[in-house]
């Protein structure tokens, strides 16, 4: 067996490199070189996205236990850009004194995760899967538990470790009943194996809660919110984004390539899921005063628009799946940035805080609005595009009604989005958050989310570029 | 049933008796999980729900496909990262007792609507 | 004959000067070009006149001549709107009508106007309404008639309105215009339903004599009537809406709100006469396809004389009953046109209400102006403010007397002639038609002789008259005869109506076309100028000397008296209509609805939203464990539902 | 690069420059420039349109474009106008124009006003110009955006309440749209979203009994159809002056604009089958608009209740599926923009003075705003549908072509809508003789001053357009019959 087949893992290697690589620098840094510390991240991970950002042909490593499909270069990129865009974000807050120690773990911990999800991503099997899965969330718990003197962080990280384990418990129960039933735990195998018996269906509901719970699918969201509220917020800009995009690749990628077979049992599933997902969190959304919860339950209902693309299970579904997360992660960063900041400077994060926020913060409010307006889906920014070509995908396969009731939700979702809007522009105020002077790295990942958010639509390009590789799988 | 007796004391063990226990084993941890009130309780039955998964495994392996290990291998895997989680978990809980001076599941509701 | 677009074209110019330079000339600049331009244009009218009765005379016929058309707006091929200019009888006397009356209007307002706010604007709106009412005349197609039909009718709204400030002017405008616009939408319809059967609007065609465009309307009726009747029907109720036809007539006596020269030439002479000419204008499509219509329009005219006649007998503002005789004369031309016959000696009827209209309107504007010139004396419109006056207004005494007896119908003045023709073509009509006619006639002889009466003579003028009206001149001066300006007219128009009877009409209007010698009908003359002297002395009796007589007889006829001198409750009626029914019953009602059935619907959705929302915020209880519950509850629903279905 | 490319061009440069720009007069002018610019170049575009056909150019549209956008939904960025848009895009330009004038002194954050404002007018002319159903959705769509914060933040009253309303009310229309659009193209199977070409297949007509409905009442309520109507008088009163303009004069418009080019033309036999159905909606708001005029005291809620009565008379025409009466349409979206839009100009010329939109605190305005008072006389007879005025043409056209239908039922439905020309008169001459003549109701409004120059302007340009299409009309309708007939002539096939 010929090791230097292990070499075409890139992304997983150089990601591995700059985790060690930072390891060692913080650990041994002298004094005057570890004030660095934060811009050398920035720099390598800037050149680990650089360098992987070609998509390669397709290939597999350790006889198809490690999968490379093109697509996954995209989906792998995008991730990194949110993960570079949240730690610019993070960069004040890792610069308190409190946190000056924890950097280097802070640092270690986001790539961790971001290696799990590479691994969940590019796994041709059921072991590997579960290792990412597993690598992708313990050490989420932990930064979830991030600043350890706050009660709510840490009702937040045991919430999360718990209700995360409960779930991937019983999705690996599931997957060894699969295995009892096929003897493989191969993704090329058990696309043949799996013949909709039903123990195989039982297994397969089993395994799939899992990965519901990480995209947080109403009824598995509960979680969401509470864990959103008490982490940190560059944490939760990262929970909702990174790791649920990440998720919802590998869902229409293991329901496409593994359960193929058990199309007519998951696409009525995914049907349910998507109009209770959509509906209840945009329900839940209207009432919170909390910005933070607020954003949870958007992205909640967010995920259920996701589902419209994976439930096509077509070629364009897939695509329009990747371009719906890239703008889901510009829109949604955007968002979270501006929170973050004022969170870090004011520690308001209470809807009415944010009366009258132009008047003081233009800049940030207009940020602000671009990226609710994304998110809702309105044109010309990107959040629109993705929104249509979701709905096209799944009226493809002629999902009108669910279209339809989906479509009626944007007007829910609309409303609480100009709620925001409202207190930040219409609502005069007495006591408006004062002017903040942003930090250069925040206002960069600003700058590059609304050029995102500005840009992505307008040029197809990048559209087509991720359409080539149709069907990523 | 007789036969599964004969072959008890014959002294080969049937696999319905390794996917019974492993399968009392999982609910066995899902009701502490539902019903237990400290933490380390609802870890452990954690623990018992993801044993119960490794249980099938090997059983799986030995009855029905010896002649590969795969069923082995995700069991030491699933072990060793059971294994990470329970530290993450030990140290959040104990990060929680320095705060709030108690592991009761109940106190966790400090965000919730 | 080009020329006469500048009949046109002139008087549309000096609106749009007048209008735009308002009051950034001299009120005498604005008035002296109006006037001018109004000179020229009734010089080239008659000049029209001559050139079109000595020219187009083709085989004893007078022919129909377009002297202009132009496509201004194309609905399909065959439906278009033309503007342009249609020569023939009618027109060309109702030019002559027309451009006369506002001529000698114009100079009367010179001084009566005098010094009045928005003088500028009054002489725009006088040129606006000439033009719109030549344009209306001359309409070469049906289309063009309603489009200058809306523009008299807003001109009269402008100029009724004129007086802006005062509330009861707005309201009579605002009345005048809803009313005839309430008649304008039967006429609308009426060419809607015309025009897609005929699919044409041109007059030359609809009206030609053996047309065949009715062809394609034989047999479709329409709830028992043919759809021809209702088209004209409609467009009939478009012409009694404008000429003031029961019951559509509420709105001319509040008309005489507007200053008293509008009054003479907008709702004596010209407007107010429309109806009748476009009821001439169809005649021959009344008289061959609808009949039984024409008919209607005949009851209809008799009965609104009759109604008129006994309310002008009553009422006690010298405007309002000259309003009111006006209605009563107008249902005599309608009355005429509807007895009518078509050939020949037939077509007296036709000729006859041609003829009453001109002489109508000479001597009507006649009376109006003379009016006008007595409230400039004594500044009050009111019977009782006045009396005895002919010691100070020499001349308006006496033109207005000589209008009063050609009203009443007393040769040799105008009025004698017309009337006796249409009473003889009534009589050939049926006796009865007749008989109420010439009733009429005397209850005219008899009020207007009233109203001479009550002004000229009976009590001597009292100095300490109360004065309504302009308070500016304030009470107790000695009124004196009005100036030239003002005379002239009068003067003019007087002089007319003494010769007007003797022009042989026939020679020019009939309903042919054809010549047509007027011959009075002996017995019909002497039996209505017996009656009318009569009913003339009687007045004399009553209102000659002051006399307790008017009292004792309004104490007999109490009942009677009193419903006319409310003008028979009519207007309450229509209040009760559009306040009660239209605007408490329908609008009301419609606007609740829009708020708290149709707009509440769309907040329930809101509202309901919100609601669900609060129910169900117990799942988020912040319980782990009951997070795990509703987890695991998920799983075996899924699993359970898809081993179901 | 394609010429109309500059309808949506310069409205972006617009932006920008009014981004750059910081001091008040500067973007004011570059506005100002701006929006006569589009003005005159929209000029150019019906001249150059108009000799085109006369030299005997067959083409469906003219400056036709096409770029491939989204390839994978074959969305492409294709424009292309003919009469009908090029009578839009008039419209559209004049409005703007006007738009700003009567917003010359808007406050507060002029600036904002303005980036908002010119967002507004591209949704608006990228309506006009282009030929793909995503394109078109996607500037429907903002058009509709910007509204919530104009009226949210420049609005008066409720706005806060009607702003939400608008825009949600909008937005659902705009859910239905989407359906509709997507199951047109996916529908018919078509390889393009061009409706142009859509045209030339055919939709099954199953799908069509759901996509015909969805489509129509997408755009209907935009339109202000009858029982969706309801955001329209919130949203006008609560707008400012300039907003209620382009609101009310130009994006209603885009309701009539898209059922006749989108839903009927590319739904014919829906569209024969169904038609009775909108026709009896539309039939119910013409009426049940005038009735509810006549009971409103704002000045602003009445005028927004004859807008849903006009508008209705706009998609009835449409209904009704024969050339004329869809000219008729088309004329009376124009006819109805410009004098909606000088409504609300005066009225918010007059609002800005007295304090006061309510009918019952004003009289007498002529003595002491005569310029004011005149138009909105002026604007008054047009809405009454006063001949030599832009109304009588439009709503004569309407009547007359409706009324060439065979149907009996159609007929007697058209004498109904005609009988709205009364209770337009009524409710017109109530608020005229109420506010405008008599005497003057409240003492302080006796120092009020009359309106000054850019007023002025505004006013005058709106009043001029009217006069002009109303007394020379034949030049536009017969440009518009021209390119209504081959659409219809898809319908009636």
């Known amino acids: 067996m010929d090791y230097s087949s292990f070499l075409q893992m890139r992304e997983e290697l150089s990601l591995i490199g700059v985790m060690i690589f930072l390891l060692i620098f913080d650990i041994f840094a002298s004094k005057n070189l570890i004030k660095y510390f934060q811009p050398i991240a920035f720099v390598l991970f800037a050149v680990h996205i650089i360098l992987n950002c070609v998509p390669r042909d397709a290939f597999e490593v350790a006889g198809g236990m490690f999968q490379y499909h093109p697509m996954q270069t995209y989906i792998k990129t995008i991730l990194n850009v949110g993960t570079l865009i949240v730690l610019l974000q993070a960069h004040k807050f890792l610069n308190n004194e409190e946190n000056k120690i924890k950097r280097g773990e802070f640092y270690f911990l986001i790539f961790s995760t971001l290696l799990g999800m590479y691994l969940m991503i590019s796994s041709g099997n059921f072991l590997l899967f579960f290792i990412g899965l597993e690598t992708a969330s313990i050490p989420m718990a932990a930064l979830v538990a991030f600043d350890k003197y706050k009660n709510n962080a840490a009702e937040a990280g045991a919430k999360y470790i718990l209700s995360a384990v409960f779930a991937s418990s019983i999705s690996v129960f599931g997957i060894s009943l699969i295995y009892g039933s096929t003897g493989t735990v191969y993704f090329s195998d058990l696309a043949t194996l799996i013949t909709g018996t039903p123990l195989q269906i039982m297994a397969f509901v089993f395994f799939a809660v899992g990965l519901f719970f990480k995209i947080s699918l109403v009824p598995f969201h509960l979680w969401t919110p509470d864990v959103y509220e008490g982490a940190q917020t560059n944490i939760t800009s990262y929970l909702s984004v990174i790791s649920k995009g990440s998720a919802v690749f590998v869902l229409f990628t293991l329901l496409v390539k593994v359960f193929g077979n058990l199309i007519d049992q998951w696409q009525p599933i995914l049907w349910g899921l998507a109009v209770i997902s959509i509906t209840i969190a945009n329900i839940f959304a209207i009432r919170q005063k909390n910005l933070k919860r607020f954003l949870a339950f958007s992205s909640i209902s967010q995920a259920g628009y996701i589902i419209l693309a994976i439930i096509s299970g077509t070629a364009i579904g897939m695509t329009s799946l990747v371009y719906y997360v890239l703008v889901y992660v510009f829109s949604n960063l955007a968002a979270f940035g501006v929170l973050s900041v004022i969170e870090e400077r004011t520690g308001k994060v209470a809807l009415d805080d944010y009366n009258g926020l132009y008047q003081t913060n233009p800049r940030l409010s207009f940020v602000m609005m671009l990226a609710l307006f994304s998110l809702a889906g309105i044109p010309p920014f990107a959040g629109f595009f993705s929104k249509f070509f979701v709905f096209a995908a799944a009226i493809d396969q002629g999902f009108y009604v669910l279209v339809f009731i989906a479509l009626l939700n944007t007007i829910i979702s609309l409303y609480y989005y100009l709620l925001v809007i409202k207190a930040m522009f219409l609502t005069k105020s007495e006591t408006p958050i004062e002017l903040i002077k942003s930090d250069f790295p925040l206002k960069l990942s600003l700058v590059i989310c609304t050029m995102g958010i500005m840009l992505i639509g307008l040029f197809s390009a990048i559209y087509n570029q991720i359409a080539v590789f149709g069907f990523g799988i | 049933m007789s036969e599964l007796f004969s072959n008890f004391f014959s002294g080969s063990i049937p696999m319905e008796a390794y996917l019974g226990i492993s399968l009392i084993m999982f609910f066995a941890g899902v009701y502490g999980f539902l019903t237990r009130k400290s933490l380390l309780m609802i870890l452990i039955s954690i623990e018992l729900m993801l044993n119960a998964a490794d249980i099938n495994f090997v059983t799986f392996n030995r009855y029905l496909y010896p002649e590969r290990l795969e069923g082995f291998y995700f069991t030491l895997f699933t072990i060793a990262i059971a294994a990470c989680e329970t530290a993450v978990a030990i140290a959040i809980i104990i990060n929680i007792y320095r705060n709030l001076n108690s592991v009761e599941v109940g106190n966790l509701d400090q965000m919730k609507e | ?645 | 690069m394609n010429f109309l490319s500059l309808f949506v061009l310069i409205p972006i440069f617009m932006i920008l420059g009014l981004f750059i720009s910081n001091n008040r007069k500067q973007y004011l002018i570059v506005m100002t420039l701006g929006a006569s610019l589009l003005m005159i170049m929209s000029g150019i575009v019906t001249y150059m349109y108009l000799t085109e056909r006369a030299a005997g150019n067959t083409a469906e549209m003219l400056f036709m474009a096409d770029t491939v956008w989204y390839a994978p939904f074959n969305i492409h960025y294709s424009v292309g106008v003919d009469g009908i848009s090029v009578a839009m895009l008039i419209l559209s330009s004049i409005i703007v124009f006007t738009g700003v004038f009567a917003s010359w002194k808007i406050d507060p954050l002029p600036k904002e006003f303005f980036l908002w404002f010119s967002l507004l007018s591209i949704g608006v002319y990228g309506f006009f110009i282009t030929t793909d159903l995503f394109t078109m959705f996607m500037y429907y769509e903002i058009a509709l955006i910007p509204m919530y914060l104009l009226i949210g933040i420049w609005g008066t009253g409720r706005k806060e309440y009607s702003a939400m309303k608008l825009t949600l009310m909008l937005m659902g229309g705009s859910a239905l749209l989407l359906v509709g659009i997507l199951g047109i193209y996916f529908g018919s199977g078509a390889t393009t979203m061009n409706f142009l070409e859509i045209a030339k297949l055919h939709i099954p007509v199953e799908m069509q009994y759901y996509f015909f409905p969805l489509t129509f009442m997408g755009f209907g309520v935009l339109g202000a159809l009858f029982p969706f109507h309801t955001w329209s008088p919130d949203g006008h009163a609560s707008a400012p002056t300039a907003v209620s303009m382009l609101h009310a004069g130009v994006l209603m418009k885009l309701g009539g604009y898209g059922c006749f080019r989108v839903a009927m033309f590319l739904m014919p036999e829906a569209a024969h089958e169904m038609a009775w159905i909108f026709l009896i909606l539309t039939g119910i708001s013409v009426v049940y608009g005038a009735f509810g005029a006549i009971h409103q005291t704002d000045l602003k809620y009445i005028n927004a209740y004859s807008s849903v009565s006009h508008c209705g008379l706009v998609l009835f025409a449409i209904l009704m599926m024969n050339e004329t009466a869809t000219t008729g349409a088309i004329l009376q979206m124009l006819s109805h923009g410009l004098m909606t839009a000088l409504f609300f100009a005066l009225i918010g010329m007059i609002y800005g003075r007295t304090h006061t939109r309510d009918i019952r605190l004003m009289g007498g305005l002529m003595k002491v705003l005569p310029f004011l008072g005149v138009s909105y006389v002026i604007a008054g007879m047009a809405s009454l549908g006063l001949p030599s005025l832009s109304g009588f043409v439009a709503e004569m056209t309407i009547f007359v072509g409706a009324f060439q239908h065979s149907d009996i039922f159609h007929r007697v439905l058209t004498i109904t809508a005609v009988s709205s020309i009364v209770i337009t008169a009524v409710y017109i001459l109530r608020v005229v003789g109420k506010i405008i003549f008599g005497p003057i109701y409240d003492k302080h409004h006796e120092e009020l001053t009359d309106a000054v120059w850019y007023e002025r302007l505004s006013v005058s340009v709106l009043i001029i357009a009217i006069f002009a299409m109303g007394s020379a009309p034949f030049w536009i309708s017969s440009m518009i019959g021209e390119s209504v007939a081959p659409i219809l002539s898809q319908l009636i096939k």
């Open chain 3, 1 to 645: 004959m080009q020329y006469t677009l500048l009949i046109l074209v002139l008087p549309l110019l000096s609106f749009i000067v007048l209008g735009l330079v308002d009051s950034k000339w001299k009120p005498k600049v604005a008035g002296t070009i109006g006037t001018i331009v109004l000179g020229i244009i009734t010089a080239l009218s008659y000049y029209t006149a001559f050139e079109y009765f000595t020219l187009h005379k083709v085989a004893g016929v007078y022919e129909k001549v377009i002297v202009y058309d132009m496509e201004w707006l194309r609905f399909t091929d065959a439906l278009h709107i033309n503007l342009g200019i249609l020569l023939d009888p009618i027109s060309v006397m109702m030019l002559v009508v027309i451009s006369t009356i506002s001529f000698m209007v114009n100079i009367y307002s010179l001084s009566y106007m005098d010094g009045e706010k928005g003088f500028q604007r009054y002489y725009a709106f006088l040129s606006l309404f000439t033009f719109s009412m030549l344009g209306l005349v001359v309409a070469t197609n049906i289309f063009q008639m309603y489009i200058f039909w809306e523009l008299v009718g807003v001109s009269s709204f402008l100029l009724i309105g004129f007086y802006y400030t005062k509330p009861s002017a707005v309201a009579a405008a605002k009345k005048a215009f809803i009313v005839t616009r309430f008649a304008d939408l039967f006429f609308l319809i009426g060419i809607l339903i015309l025009s897609f059967y005929t699919k044409t609007f041109d007059f030359t065609i609809l009206t030609a004599e053996h047309t065949t465009v009715f062809a394609g309307t034989t047999g479709i009726t329409f709830m028992g009537f043919s759809v021809l009747s209702w088209a004209m029907a409609g467009i009939f109720i478009g012409g009694a809406g404008k000429s003031a036809m029961f019951p559509l007539q509420i709105w001319l006596p509040d008309a005489m709100e507007g200053p008293t020269p509008v009054s003479a030439l907008i709702h004596a002479a010209t407007m107010v006469v429309a109806g009748v000419f476009l009821v001439a204008r169809f005649f021959p499509v009344y008289y061959f396809q609808t009949p039984e219509v024409l008919h209607g329009i005949a009851y209809v005219g008799a009965f609104t004389a009759l109604f008129a006649a006994v309310i002008a007998c009553v009422q006690t503002d010298i405007k309002r009953v000259l309003a009111f005789s006006t209605i009563s004369q107008i249902a005599f031309m309608m009355v005429a046109l509807g007895v009518s016959g078509y050939e020949g000696h037939e077509g007296t009827g036709y000729m006859a209400s041609m003829f009453h209209l001109f002489t109508h309107a000479m001597f009507k504007a006649l009376l109006f102006l003379g009016a006008g010139s007595v409230i400039h004396a004594v500044h009050s419109n009111e019977i009782k403010d006045m009396g005895g006056l002919r010691k100070y207004l020499p001349i308006t005494n006496w033109t207005f007397l000589i209008a009063c007896l050609a009203i009443a119908g007393i040769p040799p003045f105008s009025g004698f002639f017309s009337k006796d023709e249409i009473l003889s073509a009534s009589y050939e009509f049926s006796p009865f038609i007749g008989g109420l006619m010439t009733f009429v006639a005397a209850l005219t002889a008899f009020y207007m002789f009233r109203l001479y009466y009550s002004i000229f003579w009976g009590k001597d003028y009292t100095i300490k008259a109360s004065s309504h009206g302009h308070d500016d001149h304030g009470a107790g001066h000695t009124p004196h005869e009005s100036p030239f300006a003002m005379a002239f007219p009068l003067i003019f128009l007087a002089a007319v109506t003494c010769v007007a009877g003797f022009i042989p009409f026939g020679e020019f209007v009939s309903s042919t076309g054809a010549d047509y010698h007027i011959h009075i009908n002996l017995t019909v003359a002497i039996v209505s100028v017996v009656v009318a002297s009569i009913s003339i002395l009687i007045a004399t009796m009553m209102y000659r000397k002051q006399s307790t007589t008017p009292d004792k007889l309004a104490k007999i006829f109490s009942g009677l008296y009193k419903g006319a001198s409310n003008r028979f409750y009519i207007d309450e009626v229509y209040m009760f209509i559009t306040k009660n029914i239209v605007f408490n019953n329908i609008s009301r009602p419609i606007a609740w609805f829009d708020r708290h059935v149709i707009d509440a619907t769309m907040d329930g959705f809101a509202n309901t939203t919100q609601w669900v929302s609060l129910r169900i915020k117990g799942f988020q209880s912040g319980q782990l464990q009951q997070y795990a519950y509703v987890f695991l509850f998920g799983t075996l629903l899924i699993a359970v539902l898809l081993f179901i279905f």
